[in-house]
């Protein structure tokens, strides 16, 4: 089976603009979370959304958004970017009710 | 990442054990798992163990919980210079559902040939 694919792996933005980032979990896989990494705050959850449903949701403000489609891909949202959002997000995928989160490889954000 | 705790950097040597620790503080935690992050990339799932084992063997790896303490660990035997990561210990509460981790600040292991 193919691993968890996040794209794209690096994107630079500017202050104030929106970004969108795309996880593709791996095939079979229902449940899709996002995660924020960096180097002051360490690993923290942003959402998680299971069959199109957002089921889950971590202490980020409203401009931190997400959605999943009906093939179980998910995309979040950031808008208005600041700086402090400049961070690796990894996204994870798991099947309904077992214990395993498996990690894609991040898309390094950097917001100037 | 405030509920767990883990110390921050580990030197050791090539063919040595190497354990890292972790401490939680939410004593209905269901699962624990051990994450490696290779610089660069995301993270790779070790092993993980369910909150009402002791110790769970896999390999080179074994992971004790100390369920009193609250205390994780985890033994890796003969190291190798592949074995060179950051190393994160997560939880995950019934409260919340078994996909939303909350992770350690991570474990930087050097391992030196």
């Known amino acids: 089976k193919a691993g968890v694919t996040q794209t794209p792996r690096y994107l630079i933005k500017t202050r104030g603009q929106q970004v969108t980032l795309s996880c593709s979990p791996i095939s079979g896989h229902r449940s899709v979370s996002w995660y924020q990494q960096t180097p002051g705050q360490g690993l923290q959850f942003l959402f998680e959304?299971?069959?199109?449903?957002?089921?889950n949701k971590g202490n980020f403000p409203g401009r931190f958004s997400g959605r999943q489609f009906s093939n179980s891909r998910s995309e979040m949202n950031v808008s208005t970017l600041e700086l402090g959002d400049s961070a690796l997000y990894l996204c994870?995928?798991?099947?309904?009710?077992?214990?395993?989160?498996?990690f894609g490889q991040g898309t390094r954000l950097t917001v100037v | 990442g405030e509920d767990v705790e883990q110390s921050l950097f580990l030197s050791v040597r090539e063919g040595d054990s190497s354990v890292i620790n972790c401490t939680y503080t939410?004593?209905?935690?269901?699962?624990l798992y051990w994450y490696k992050q290779e610089p660069g990339a995301g993270l790779q799932l070790l092993t993980y163990?369910?909150?009402?084992?002791d110790m769970k063997q896999d390999q080179r790896l074994t992971v004790l919980l100390n369920k009193k303490d609250k205390h994780l660990s985890l033994r890796i035997a003969d190291t190798q210079t592949g074995d060179s990561a950051i190393y994160f210990c997560?939880?995950?509460?019934?409260?919340?559902?078994?996909?939303?981790?909350?992770f350690g600040k991570g474990n930087q292991v050097v391992v030196i040939p």
């Open positions: 994870a995928s798991g099947e309904a009710g077992n214990t395993e989160a498996f």
């Open positions: 997560a939880e995950s509460k019934p409260a919340y559902g078994n996909n939303r981790l909350a």
């Open positions: 939410d004593s209905s935690s269901t699962y």
């Open positions: 959304y299971f069959s199109e449903t957002q089921r």
């Open positions: 163990i369910f909150s009402n084992m």
